[in-house]
C-alpha cells in the first residue's frame, strides 16, 4: 500500500515515515507543502491512505482535504495535529477526515489507527486475509499456508497482501507498481514478474496447488486452486 505524509516539520515528517515503513505493507512518500500535495493528490497518484497535517505552508490541511473529497476520492485520510481541542477535532471530522490524532501521539497507536483505516477502506473488516488455504495476518505480518508458515521479506508481502485484500480479482502490473513503490523509485514492470515467481516458489514450497496466478496480457490474480 502507498501512502502520503503531508508534515511540514522534518523531524516529523521523517519519524512518521519510519514508523510507517517499519511495516511491511507501506511505502511513504513525503511533502511538507499544502499545495504540493494537493497538486500530486489531484495528479491522480493513487494513495491508499493520507497522514495530513492540519497547519501546512501552501494550503491548510483542512483544506487539501475539503478539495480531495470534493474531487470524490474515498481515500482514507488521518489527519494529526497539535489542535487538541473538541472544536477543532469536530471540524477536522465534518471536513471528511476518517479519524483524528492529536500530537504527541503514541507510535504504536498511530501505526494500529493506519491498520485499522486500511481494513475498512478495502472493505474487509477481519484482520486475517484468507484467500483457500493461505492466511495473511495484517496485525503480525505473517503469512501461512494450511498452517506452514511462509517466510516472505518485505516487497514479497506487500504484494501478496495487496492482492489479499481484493481475492479473485485481476490486478494489472502497472496497478502493482503504482500501489507498492514510493514516488522516488524507478518503476520496471519485470521486477513484479519476479517478485511474484519468487512468492509463488514459497506459497508452493509443500506441493500445494497455484494460489497465485497470471491472467496473460492482464495481470495477477490470487484465488482458491480450483477443483481436484
Ligand atoms: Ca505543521
Known sequence: MRA????????????LKRALETLPTFAADVLGDGMEAWERLRSGEPYDLLLLDRMLPGMDGLEVLERLRESGSHAPVLVLTALGTKEEIIRGLDYGCDDYLVKPYDTGELLARCKALLRRSREHPAPVLRVGSLCVDTRTHEVTRDGRAVELPALEYRLLEYLAYRPGAVVGRAELLEHLYDYNWEKFSNVIEHYVWSIRTKLEAAGEGRLLNTVRGMGYRLSEELGP
Do not use: S
Not at 4 to 15: K, M, S, Y
Open 4 to 15: 502520503l505524509i503531508v508534515e511540514d516539520e522534518p523531524r516529523i515528517a521523517r519519524n
